[in-house]
């Protein structure tokens, strides 16, 4: 049975098969940026590659101590607030500045998860700055009851970089709004209530996201989200079928495949599988049909090529509206294209976005066509601080920063080099099981073994956290099972970026 030893020279060693020398006489050991005291970890790593130097130096923290945040994490937070964590030793962020972070003991960290894919052009990014500073000197709030610039500029700026039809935006706070209003939005237009996503999908943490959102962890004893139903989800790393092939990524899974080329016997098979869902599980008039172009929280799914343009002919058939969930794949982390969608040749009728639009301040946005904004115009919707001036002024500021430092070729770039580099340690290492991914949005699969391909158990999956992070550099964690390692950053340098070879550390 496959076991991780707790030590981290030895969870290494188990991981690599190097052997490790130890370092108990060391007061404090360096891992690559991030210190670790000596009575945390008994040994170290040898020979890890430092990190790229920085120029910026951060703020001395002298705020109050790691202990009584802790208290008041404790006492004042809502349980769910230490819950999220996802480490035994927490990172206690005090400041950052483009790729890296700084903790209140003044360790660097380079930030590969990005906030939750949410940081899109760097923390504390100076032009996106500027545009914060130079906007509140003039206007904090107002409402769109009043008509003012920022609001308006960036409506503009934003529908050029979205297809016709789509370009008629509304903007909210965050993803699980502007999913929500997608949700009314689509059963207001089509007359229809039933909605379709996939399982292991995540669209929100709201009353009625929580129906489109398929993963237990997630869900809550009461009633929520009635009207979704939730199809099999496409994988073709885990589910039932793929190939070495199917999926439109530098890296292809290893399992066996006999298609011809061009032809993906699993595309088909899962296909099926939605059609079976659509004549047992809805009404034969739906609502409509929620994906994101890649699984975010699902653990960077990606689907058979052809697999969104088949389902959305099946879904408009029945009268459904698709809608491309772009909170995480959009703004160019997929690379190869501004939107994820663009990617499988589709067009949707509603793309929702938050996330990386304001670069972690908290704006999102449904975007439609004039006929689908028309019908929800029949009511009123009121949103105070959708559209916030100081929202606008930074998420037009996010734009032109993607455009002027090419940020979606730096994603294309640096994300197929990780990519294809990661691909030679699976290659090497029988619990990386699979490497998947466009862009800078990508997943590394962690299994017990490639041939049952059960994800590797939650401790351990911990452990290797734990381990990342004290070498100073942060991931995140996806799949239903938390088994996937997820990288959504590192799209900015201080420096120029220069390709550093991916070792085995």
């Known amino acids: 049975m496959h076991k991780v030893v707790f030590p981290v020279s030895f969870r290494w060693a188990f991981l690599t098969g190097q052997k490790k020398c130890t370092h108990s006489s060391l007061g404090k050991l360096h891992l690559s940026g991030a210190l670790c005291q000596k009575e945390d970890y008994k040994y170290t790593i040898p020979d890890i590659p430092e990190m790229p130097s920085c120029s910026f130096n951060p703020e001395e923290y002298k705020g109050m101590s790691k202990e009584r945040m802790l208290d008041i994490r404790r006492q004042n937070c809502n349980p769910m607030t230490p819950k999220v964590t996802y480490y035994k030793r927490p990172v206690f962020i005090h400041q950052g500045y483009m790729q890296w972070l700084w903790d209140v003991d003044g360790r660097r960290y380079l930030d590969l998860f990005a906030g939750v894919a949410t940081v899109s052009v760097g923390h504390c990014h100076p032009k996106v700055l500027t545009a914060a500073e130079q906007q509140l000197k003039k206007l904090w709030h107002t409402t769109n009851i009043y008509i003012y610039p920022t609001l308006h500029e960036y409506c503009e700026k934003l529908a050029s970089y979205l297809p016709d039809p789509l370009k008629v935006i509304y903007l909210t706070n965050s993803g699980s709004e502007a999913n ?27 009353p009625q996201t929580l129906g489109l959102t398929s993963n237990a962890a997630y869900k809550y004893p009461v009633a929520s989200g009635l009207g979704c139903t939730n199809t099999m989800c496409p994988d073709v790393f885990r589910g039932p079928w793929g190939g070495s092939h199917c999926r439109d990524s530098p890296v292809q899974t290893i399992r066996d495949c006999s298609c011809a080329q061009g032809h993906c016997k699993a595309n088909e098979l899962y296909i099926e599988q939605l059609r079976e869902t659509l004549a047992t599980s809805v009404p034969t008039r739906i609502a409509g049909f929620f994906a994101e172009p890649i699984q975010g929280v699902g653990g960077a799914v990606q689907y058979p090529r052809d697999f969104l343009k088949e ?195």
């Open 180 to 206: 929500d209003l997608a949700m009314l939005m689509a059963r207001l237009h089509t007359g229809n209530y039933d909605i379709i996503t996939f399982r292991g999908s995540y669209h929100g943490g709201g």
């Open 311 to 505: 389902a959305y002919r099946l879904v408009r058939e029945r009268g459904g509206i698709c809608i491309a969930d772009e909170v995480q794949t959009g703004f160019g982390r997929t690379g190869s294209h501004f939107w994820g969608f663009q990617g499988h040749d589709v067009i949707p009728d509603m793309v929702t976005m938050a996330k990386g639009i304001g670069n972690g301040f908290p704006m999102g946005a449904v975007v439609t066509t004039p006929e689908i904004a028309a019908s929800f115009a029949r009511g009123v919707h009121f949103n105070t601080f959708g559209g916030n001036p100081v929202a606008c002024a930074m998420a037009s500021s996010v734009l032109d920063t993607i455009q002027e430092d090419k940020m979606q070729k730096v994603s294309l770039d640096v994300g197929t080099y990780l990519l294809k580099e990661l691909a030679k340690l699976r290659d090497k290492y029988e619990i990386i099981g699979d490497v998947r991914g466009k862009g800078l949005m990508i997943g590394v699969e962690m299994v017990t073994d490639k041939t049952s391909r059960t994800p590797l158990p939650s401790g351990e999956m911990s452990e290797i956290f734990e381990d990342v992070k004290d070498m100073g550099v942060l991931i995140g964690k996806g799949g239903l099972y938390g088994q996937v390692t997820v990288d959504r950053g590192g799209r900015i340098s201080c420096n120029p970026w220069t390709p550093v070879k991916i070792t085995n550390h």
